[in-house]
Structure formats: C-alpha cells, structure tokens
C-alpha cells in the first residue's frame, strides 16, 4: 500500500534580525510562526467565565501563607507567595475573578516560563476557549498561544505608530472580535533592560470621571472597529463584576 500522502507545512517562522538555526535559544520553541493568506473565520461560543464559580472570599486562592497587595486604588493587585503552575481548579476559578474584579492581577518570580507549552495551554482552557489571532504570529502547534516578538526586522516600530511623537499605543485586546477577550495572560520569556513598558489603566475609573450627562450621551452609542464590520457597544458591563467597562478607540473607525 501506498503510504499517506502529507499535507504540505505551510507555516512561515517570522523573520528576524537574528538567524535562530545558528544560534542556541533557551525560547527558541517559542518563536512565531505566521500561516500565510487568509484565516477561516472565527465562530461565535457561549462563554462560560468561570469566576462565577469562584468562592467570593478567596478563601482558596489567598491562604494564611499569600498576600494580596494594592498596586493602585482603581486597578491593579499584586499576589505574593503562590505559583501560578501549582493552582488548582477552585484558586483558578477564583483568579479569574479576582482578576475581573481589580483589572490586572500580578505575579512575580514564576516558573510559568519554563513549564512548556502544553501546560501553558491547559492552565489557560482553564479560562475559557483560547483565542486564536487571526493577523498575529503562533507558537508552533500551539496557535492558542500568541508570541510577541519585536526586533528590527520583525518589527520594533509597527506601522500604526511609525508617525506617532511616541510608541504608546492604549488598545483592549481584540476588541473587534465575535468574542470579546475573556482573561488575558501575558508573560515576559525576555524583556530588554530598560524600556518596552506594558502599562494599564482602568477604563472603568476614567468612565466613572465623566459627568453624568456624558455618561448618558455615551450610553447606546455603538462604533466600528478595523479588523471586523462589526459594531460593538461604546459601553458594556462586566458579567462578573458589574463594572461599566470602555472598549478600545484605537482601534474604532467611527463612532456612531
């Protein structure tokens, strides 16, 4: 019998200022790989977020041993004394609403690094159905997870900003999509030694600054964003915390 015929790899590494095959990289695993021409389209899913499964007093997430820090009174906590690689499903579920609750949630000197993809890509389905980018680079048979990787080549300046006085460019991730992002998980493999800053704000705080009449002017309206024909709402509210969220006017082409 004839042996199976093989599809085709049509998966493109990025190219970079720094030839990988002749070097040894400890992330070399964690390179982009891009599928070239178009993408099918995503498909619309229930989300099921699960900090509503969560124990509202974190009594499982914050023992006696971990301490919850305030980074900022709007946005922003910092735990100390737990690995995110060692949670179990009840201090996941209430990660996810503690971080829905203050907005950014921190953790510092991780192992998550060095657990490898599969894991990476289990702890989070934990959240909810990984997204998929539809424009961005993927680890290599892991396309639920989204490399950032910046050189001179690969792009240190991306074109949306090449005329900009700076490279700040504040956006909500995916905003665009059929499915708004759920939980968002970033972490740095390798960061220069100054520079490159990722910083956040609470939406919600500077929506609660403006008078009640703009509030009520904003209420109803809807905008286009680029990467979609779809017209999302200017305001929405989270379904966990109840909280007045704002949607990205980076990436809007007109408000309506």
Same mark, same amino acid.
């Given at each position: ?6 599809? !085709? ?16 990289? $400890? ?11 178009? #993408?099918?389209?995503?498909? /619309? ?37 737990? #690995?995110?690689? /060692?949670?179990?499903?009840? #201090? $996941? ?24 993809? !599969?894991? #990476? ?31 001179? =080549?690969?792009?240190? =300046? ?49 929506? !609660?600054?403006?008078? !009640? ?44």
């Amino acid at each position: 019998m004839a042996p199976a015929a093989v599809e !085709e790899d049509k998966r493109r590494r990025t190219e970079t200022s720094i030839d990988y095959d002749k070097i040894q990289y $400890k992330y070399a695993r964690y390179l982009p790989y891009h599928m070239p021409g178009l #993408q099918p389209p995503l498909e /619309e899913f229930q989300h099921d977020d699960p900090g509503h499964r969560a124990d509202k007093s974190y009594a499982n997430l914050l023992s006696n041993s971990v301490k919850a820090l305030e980074i900022t009174p709007n946005i922003g906590t910092e735990i100390v004394g737990i #690995q995110l690689s /060692e949670l179990n499903s009840a #201090q $996941k579920d209430e990660l996810a609403l503690l971080a829905a609750e203050r907005g950014v949630v921190l953790f510092r000197d991780q192992d998550f690094a060095d657990i490898g993809p !599969e894991r #990476q890509r289990a702890f989070g389905r934990h959240f909810g159905p990984l997204h998929v980018h539809q424009m961005g680079g993927h680890l290599r048979d892991f396309p639920g997870i989204l490399p950032v990787y910046r050189d001179i =080549v690969s792009g240190a =300046v991306d074109n949306e900003i090449s005329n900009n006085v700076s490279s700040i460019k504040w956006h909500s991730d995916m905003s665009y999509e059929i499915n708004g992002m759920g939980t968002t998980i970033f972490y740095p493999l390798e960061v220069p030694p100054s520079g490159g800053d990722t910083l956040y704000l609470s939406t919600t705080a500077a929506y !609660e600054h403006l008078s !009640e009449d703009f509030r009520e002017r904003l209420a109803g309206l809807q905008a286009t964003h680029s990467g979609s024909r779809r017209r999302p709402c200017m305001t929405t509210a989270s379904a966990i915390s109840g909280t007045r969220l704002r949607l990205c006017i980076r990436l809007c082409g007109r408000i309506l």
